[in-house]
């Protein structure tokens, strides 16, 4: 820490950084916009978008649209180019999210199901239940915070006045993070998560990828992060063979 805050007080005597840009107010966005060759045929549309568009985040639309190494405009980009754009991100997002759904639902029955048939209600709680991989200790901090940040929900206070706090797998799942279903997968023996796998036939390698690939789509549509021209290289593996949930999601995220 020391030695990036002695970096840091460097550059800053020497001015390295640039001076952070200044408010401007609705008109002159649209002014700067005009100014770097965007086509606006009704400042008072274009405003309004604004007004409910940070200008930042429209900004990012806009890059595809501009000549590579400038600030300007390709020639003949219309601001009503970038909105539509923009609207069909939009619309995609909302389409992903509902997709991202199922299948989360569809993991959580599924992973529940198995390893709590196989190793019991409370089988996760033993690490001997997980590969070498799996950190017992975090997994379990993890659970408290959990359980602790929904210790109004009527299922914890049930469980902590009628079962002394023991919640079963597929009571629990159901408060996971969907990177906490993520890991959990990912800790699982080979064995189980192969079987799990066959269900959408494939394998457990794959589905723990496609897995991570879900978590990445979800996490961006619920901060309402772009999707357009966002790429990830090597984003999922394998192919699918079966038509079932995962079928959608791979296709999509490739």
């Known amino acids: 820490p020391r030695l990036t805050i002695y970096y840091t007080n460097i550059l800053c005597k020497r001015g ?3 001076k952070i840009k200044q408010a401007a107010s609705y008109q002159d966005q649209v002014r700067i916009l005009k100014s770097k060759g965007l086509i606006i045929e009704d400042k008072n549309d274009c405003m309004q978008f604004l007004k409910h568009t940070n200008y930042y985040r429209f900004s990012a639309y806009c890059e595809s649209f501009r000549y590579e190494g400038k600030g300007r405009f390709i020639e003949g980009t219309t601001f009503d180019q970038i909105r539509n754009v923009y609207m069909f991100d939009q619309k995609l997002r909302a389409w992903l999210f509902e997709v991202v759904e199922e299948i989360e639902f569809a993991l959580r029955t599924q992973i529940s199901y198995h390893h709590g048939t196989k190793y019991g209600p409370d089988g996760y709680l033993d690490p ?34 009628k079962y002394d706090g023991k919640y079963p797998l597929w009571v629990i799942i159901e408060f996971f993070s969907m990177g906490m279903l993520s890991r959990f997968f990912k800790d699982m023996y080979n064995e189980d ?6 269900l959408y036939s494939t394998t457990g ?6 897995i991570q690939c879900v978590t990445t789509i979800r996490n961006r549509c619920a901060h309402y992060s772009r ?8 984003f999922a593996k394998g192919e699918y063979q079966g038509l079932g949930t995962f079928a959608c999601a791979e296709k999509y995220v490739s």
């Open 16 to 18: 390295d950084f640039m």
């Open 128 to 161: 001997n239940n997980f590969s070498r991989y799996h950190d017992g200790r975090n997994f379990q901090h993890h659970l408290r915070t959990i359980l602790r940040e929904n210790k109004d929900s009527p299922v914890v206070k049930h469980h902590n006045d």
């Open 193 to 198: 998560k192969n079987i799990i796998a066959n």
């Open 205 to 210: 390698a794959c589905l723990e990828n496609w």
């Open 227 to 234: 999707f357009y021209g966002f790429y990830r290289e090597g």
